[in-house]
């Protein structure tokens, strides 16, 4: 087989995952770029050229600095409460425990647990008077329609359904931790937390550096668990309301689809940002020796 056959059935084989990338991820953020100068009207059958306008009407939306606090508050509580707790059960999962095969599934679950079904129980354990969170602490708070303590409920929620993916995902890089450094550290005399602090962390950190980068994407989009559990009727919605959910409103529900692609077009740079930021600053923690 020659070099030009070879070289088309690699495209062949990337074909299917190319054009799809295409067509529903380049093509529609180029598209809602373009929305966003654009005055639609008559349901998107009529659009008027408006230059900067939807952005200058974005930036002094006192409701968009506030949806953009609550994005941020979210990242900030889920980011580091999710690796923390995803690396602790990869390094209790790596560790030769009895059925640990079993905890591997148990941990995984919420990845593959329905949405709804999994919002329809937290709504429960998160109930005032007879959920099951406030009968474990003696409390009696309304978890989910309170605007001091509904972020922290969605944040748990967050955090429950993140575990598994990450966690296997440090699972993997501490697998990929050369035994020989272990038993090298073990003759030193170090053990315990210090050769996790010394061995382990280290070189585990090409695998948080990666993890950390996908986590705040996906922590700036949150979405679900406000429409689920929330709901658009709480009175604790502008508490959490996202940048994700206020695009939903703004384009599914008042049918401003310019508006609309304006906050998700911001929040792309927001992501373009925060994602250079983290490159830059890998270079003081991450080692790849």
């Given at each position: 087989m020659n070099s030009k056959s070879r070289y088309a059935w690699a495209y062949l084989m990337i074909a299917p995952t190319l054009i799809g990338t295409l067509a529903f991820w380049f093509w529609p953020a180029v598209y809602s770029i373009y929305?966003?100068?654009l005055k639609s009207e008559n349901f998107g059958l009529v659009n008027h050229w408006v230059g900067w306008a939807n952005y200058e009407r974005l930036f002094k939306d006192d409701e968009f600095w506030r949806n953009l606090r609550n994005t941020m508050q979210y990242v900030v509580l889920f980011v580091p409460a999710t690796i923390v707790l995803s690396t602790l059960f990869a390094v209790l999962l790596n560790a030769k425990i009895k059925g640990r095969s079993v905890y591997r599934v148990i941990y995984y679950l919420p990845q593959v647990t329905m949405a709804a079904a999994a919002a329809m129980v937290w709504v429960i354990i998160f109930a005032?008077?007879?959920?099951?969170?406030?009968?474990a602490l003696g409390t009696h708070i309304a978890w989910i329609s309170d605007k001091r303590f509904a972020m922290y409920a969605l944040v748990i929620v967050g955090v429950w359904g993140a575990?598994?993916?990450?966690?296997?995902l440090i699972l993997a890089g501490l697998q990929g931790i050369p035994r020989p450094l272990y038993e090298a550290a073990e003759i030193d005399g170090a053990v315990g937390f210090r050769r996790f602090r010394s061995i382990t962390l280290p070189l585990l950190t090409p695998t948080l550096f990666f993890t950390s980068i996908v986590l705040v994407i996906g922590a700036t989009q949150i979405?679900?668990?406000?429409?689920l559990i929330i709901g658009k009727t709480n009175v604790a919605l502008p508490a959490v309301r996202s940048l994700v959910y206020a695009y939903y409103q703004n384009a599914f529900i008042y049918y401003d689809q310019n508006y609309g692609a304006v906050i998700v077009n911001v929040l792309l740079v927001i992501n373009l940002i925060l994602t250079g930021i983290q490159f830059l600053l890998q270079k003081k923690w991450v080692v790849y020796d």
């Open positions: 929305l966003g100068f005032q008077d007879y959920g099951l969170l406030n009968s575990i598994g993916f990450n966690m296997l979405f679900d668990s406000i429409y």
